[in-house]
């Protein structure tokens, strides 16, 4: 592994080592079961050369510089097993593919749902994937209960408002009444299904079928392969420019508007009617002790409001 002239965040080291993805390594951190060189760190620790790793007490070591150590698989994830690397829950993806090196998933894929995923010991990759802000295409074969209406393509591909947000817009094309495929670049909790439900659609199957460059191809439930040196050349070439780190969000936040009721458009942000009468009627006293006329003693004003103009009264 190569380490800068600061180290290497402890949870990334932990990640490269092929021990767990990033997010675990940052729950092991948390429940002090890492220490470096003895000692409990804090998340966001560096690791400096030199420096000893352990979890659980045991040592960990990372990567080859040139990752020639490291996992690549394709596996198609049968129907009832669980994307998680806890050993404790029946049908783990781990027992499942049953490899003699650590490895762990890239993702996620409901339960009830089958296809592509890929699992690694490269850390770095993992992340590098998986950050929304990277963007990168997800395939999926898609059947529901019952024919699908003329325009479901074109309101699935604007996006659907689901889990308090907005899908981002993605592809869409009919293979027959009720199937279809769909691309995505984003992964929100149970997408798709939620997607489908809001349509009034429940989704039968679902089998994702490819993820970037790497296709699943003849690979029958339960199997895996390796990547072939040019599907890694490929997905090493496009997550290239992504960032394995999360981006700082510099925009300048809008300022809200201000909500209207009744047609009136208060300056507070959250409109209050009786706050909108003490103000009219502070500015409505003002006018009076400042000798401004009032509506009541202006003829021409009392007529617009359609009142009646007050006699103005005689001066002795």
Known sequence: MDFDSDGVRLNKYISDSGHCSRREADRLIESKRVKINGKLPELGSRVSAGDTVSIDDMEIFGSAPNKSD???LAYNKPIG???TTE???????????????????IGRLDKPSDG???LTNDGDIVNKILRA?????????????????????SNMARGVPILGTKTKPCKVFIINKTTFKIVL???LNRQIRRMCEHFG???????RLRIMNIQLGNLRPGQWRKLSKAELDELSQ????????????TKRRRKPKPRTMGGYQGKERNFDPSKAGAKKAAKKQAGKSSGKKSHASNPRAAAKLGGKPRKPSRRK
Not at 87 to 105: L, Q
Not at 241 to 248: M, V
Request: proline share 1%; with cysteine; glycine share 4%.
């Open 87 to 105: 050993r404790s829950v029946k049908g783990n993806i781990v027992d499942a593919i049953d490899h003699d090196e650590r490895i762990f998933p």
């Open 185 to 187: 670049n984003q992964g």
């Open 238 to 249: 496009a997550v290239a420019s992504s960032s394995s780190e999360g981006k700082q969000n």
């Open 133 to 153: 802000e990277n963007a990168h295409d997800k395939e999926y074969l898609v059947t529901v209960n019952k024919s699908l209406d003329s325009s479901f393509a």
């Open 81 to 83: 097993i669980t994307c």
């Open 201 to 207: 659609y429940q989704v039968k199957s679902l089998t």
């Open 70 to 72: 490291r996992i690549y």
């Open 116 to 118: 592509l995923i890929l």
